[in-house]
């Protein structure tokens, strides 16, 4: 028997697959009704395919909300990098109900679910009874204490408040104006998602802010809908993701993209080999060279001044053709690639950027 604890994308995602061809349970906690939401729930479309989803399908409409087209990305001292994809590239999602698809698509694969806590007092009959456990848990790392596991130990903090809002409902919106990240504008319907991550409180930042789009008049309605909190592990490429008898998925192994914070498609793809031996190996093949780039490129980021940061978008808005054309969510090696075969963008490159930067690329 496999048993998956958490039932999140990664857990539900890893219990789909296990299912097909073992006995497995999954331990999840939440009622339908009543998950959490802790995620922007901008998912792109390549990704969704990846983990086998059809967003144009009958069942997506329970949960795609909007589609989005493009960004438009803004530097610290308001350079602009607007990336027209020309047709959808990412999908804004109701995360409650994309996460209560992947719980009944794990269900209707044969996962037996169940609502029972697993915490230190039963964590050992668990173990007992289980050929294979996986810990897809989120940022709750109990467990991993409990079995003596290593967890992420690097976070961002993230938050976000529902608005209405002035923008253009197929674009979103970027700012690098938060130190070690970037602000967002998600629209979803008549109201927009306005989030940030920090490697501290956000809240302060996001008041900020909203503070200035007030100024703007872009807030059409003082009300906030809601609001959301959520903790974001940062990618660890030494961190042990499989031990004997057990794996970590998702967030519980830190498989989350450092340049966006996003790791539901990302984790979603680990976590379909959670269940085989050699688990460890087959993730990192797939997609370790590409959360290892999206670290390097986010430590590279964090780094820029405010000048160079605003050098940076110029220069990529000067050739958004490529990022139009290869750019990927989720792949980050796609885009590297098409600069690497663009040599006027790299010796552009190479000459703007602080050379104490470069070895962090």
């Known amino acids: 028997m496999i048993a998956v604890v958490g039932g999140g994308p990664a857990g539900c995602i ?3 697959y296990c299912a097909k061809e073992h006995e497995t349970v999954l331990f999840e906690t939440q009622k339908k009704e009543s998950r959490r939401v802790q995620c922007s729930g901008l998912l792109s479309k390549s990704g969704l395919h990846r983990l086998g989803i059809n967003p144009r399908s009958d069942s997506a409409k329970a949960f795609i909300q909007n ?4 960004a438009k990305i803004y530097s610290p ?14 999908y804004v999602t ?9 719980l009944d698509k794990a269900t209707d694969a044969g996962a037996e679910l169940q609502n029972n806590t697993i915490d230190k007092k039963n964590l050992g009959e668990l173990k007992s009874k289980a050929d294979k456990i996986i810990l897809a848990t989120g940022t709750n790392y109990n467990l991993h204490k409990a079995l003596n596991i290593n967890a992420p130990c690097e976070f961002l903090y993230g938050a976000q408040y529902e608005m209405k809002i002035e923008c253009e409902s197929d674009y979103v919106e970027m700012y690098l104006d938060v130190p070690g990240f970037f602000s967002w504008i998600i629209p979803v319907d008549d109201y927009a998602r306005i989030g940030l991550c920090a490697p501290d409180n956000p ?11 007030r100024k703007e008049k872009r807030i059409k309605e003082p009300a906030i809908r809601e609001k959301n909190y959520g903790v974001i592990p940062m990618y660890n490429p030494g961190l042990r993701t499989e031990y004997p008898k057990v794996s970590l998925a998702g967030d519980a192994a830190g498989q989350v993209k450092a340049t966006t914070g996003g790791g539901v498609i990302i984790g979603g793809l680990a976590a379909k080999n959670a269940g085989i031996e050699g688990y460890e190996k087959i993730w990192k093949k797939e ?20 000048k160079n940061a605003d050098k940076l978008i110029r220069l990529l808005a000067e050739n958004k053709d490529l990022i139009e054309k290869k750019g990927d969510m989720d792949m980050a090696s796609h885009l590297l690639n098409g600069f690497l075969g663009r040599p006027s963008f790299m010796a552009r490159f ?7 930067l470069l070895d962090q690329l």
């Open 14 to 16: 890893a219990a789909r």
């Open 67 to 70: 589609s989005v087209r493009g």
């Open 77 to 90: 001292l308001g350079s602009l990098l607007e990336i027209d994809g020309g047709m959808d590239k990412a």
């Open 94 to 102: 109701d995360r409650k109900a994309f996460d209560n698809h992947l």
């Open 203 to 213: 809240v302060p930042y996001l008041e900020e802010h909203i503070k200035r789009l």
């Open 287 to 306: 997609i370790g060279k590409e959360l290892y780039l999206h670290l390097r490129v986010r430590r590279f980021l964090n780094n820029l001044s405010e």
């Open 350 to 356: 190479i000459l703007q950027a602080p050379s104490h």
